[in-house]
């Protein structure tokens, strides 16, 4: 069974940062063929996608709200992604989730297919 764990949220102040981390684990399972994406859902609000990677190149995608704020990466030797947030803003406020899936939309972003996989989440609060 394959198993995501986010990790890294926490309080901060506008203008901090703060760096998510989601490990996965499960037998045979290799990241390499994932593509990865983190979600985030603030309370009252539909879940919205913050920012993705590929599997084959590494390709990304992002929020256009949270462009030049938020880097994604991977390393597929330690099986962890990666989501490095500065000039963190109160509207940043939400649970944030990890994904994986075979496929992806738009070459990127996981497709939500039936061989996805996502996390328990991770809160993440920024205060003005």
């Known amino acids: 069974q394959v198993q995501l764990v986010e990790s890294g949220g926490g309080l901060v102040q506008a203008g901090g940062s703060l760096r998510l981390s989601c490990a996965t684990s499960g037998p045979r399972f290799a990241l390499d063929n994932f593509n990865i994406g983190w979600f985030r859902q603030a309370p009252g609000k539909e879940r919205e996608r913050v920012s993705c990677?590929?599997?084959?190149?590494?390709?990304?995608w992002y929020l256009d709200s949270v462009k030049g704020r938020f880097t994604i990466s991977r390393d597929n030797a330690k099986k962890t992604a990666y989501l490095q947030m500065d000039s963190l803003k109160p509207e940043d406020t939400a649970v944030y989730y990890c994904?994986?899936?075979?496929?992806?939309?738009?070459?990127?972003?996981?497709?939500?297919?039936?061989?996805?996989?996502w996390g328990q989440g991770t809160q993440v609060t920024v205060s003005s």
């Open positions: 994904a994986i899936d075979l496929y992806s939309v738009q070459g990127v972003c996981p497709a939500g297919s039936g061989s996805g996989y």
């Open positions: 990677i590929s599997s084959t190149d590494s390709r990304t």
